[in-house]
T-cell receptor
């Protein structure tokens, strides 16, 4: 069974550009989460989808971040326009039931220069 | 006060010893608890989950939960150098929100 997969694994963009990250959850997992880890800090929650619905987006830092999960399958996280402080590792995780075992993808390392 | 607190370490133990990792959390409503292992530059890997008070054993790993005292711990028996990693504690409240809240992690070094 395939795990959570994320694309790209690395992205280097200039300040002001747009980047779109993609996450494919484990098949059958209705719950999809986005997290971010910036250097030296703990992993921070961004948002939670149940199927195609946003259950909780309280962790989204500002309106430059837009997450979608069309059809309740894969999800995208778009940052537009990117700022220097957006640099970090963006993780996606999925779980079968809300609040149960969540499995992480390998992450996307985003560097904004 | 942080929602989930862990000692950052490093915690150094000799090979073959028991490593004890601790985590405290602030929200009494927390319902599910998880330990993840993260090697440098890699993603968190789930190693244990626990939902009720007491001990849960899986191979060399034992998770312990005490909701009254709001702490959860992870014991690693017969520690191996390959266990050297950062161990992350995560909790989930199952109410209002189902987000996992992570501690900063404890770095474990197992000395050969």
């Amino acid at each position: 069974e395939a795990g959570v997969t994320q694309f790209p694994s690395h992205s280097v963009i200039e300040k002001g550009q747009t980047v779109t990250l993609r996450c494919d959850p484990i098949s059958g997992h209705d719950n999809l989460y986005w997290y971010r880890r910036v250097m030296g800090k703990e992993i921070k929650f961004l948002l939670h989808f149940v199927k195609e619905s946003k259950q909780d987006e309280s962790g989204m830092p500002n309106n430059r971040f837009l997450a979608e999960r069309t059809g309740g399958t894969y999800s995208t996280l778009k940052v537009q326009p990117a700022e220097l402080e957006d640099s970090g590792v963006y993780f996606c995780a999925s779980s079968q039931l809300s609040g149960t075992e969540a499995f992480f993808g390998q992450g996307t390392r985003l560097t904004v220069v | 006060q942080k929602e989930v607190e862990q000692n950052s370490g490093p915690l150094s133990v000799p090979e073959g010893a028991i490593a004890s990792l601790n985590c405290t959390y602030s929200d009494r409503g927390s319902q599910s608890f998880f330990w993840y292992r993260q090697y440098s530059g890699k993603s968190p890997e789930l190693i244990m989950s626990i939902y009720s008070n007491g001990d849960k054993e899986d191979g060399r790993f034992t998770a312990q939960l005490n909701k009254a005292s709001q702490y959860v711990s992870l014991l690693i028996r017969d520690s191996q150098p390959s266990d050297s990693a950062t161990y992350l504690c995560a909790v989930n409240m199952w109410a209002r929100t189902y987000k996992y809240i992570f501690g900063t992690g404890t770095r474990l070094k197992v000395l050969a």
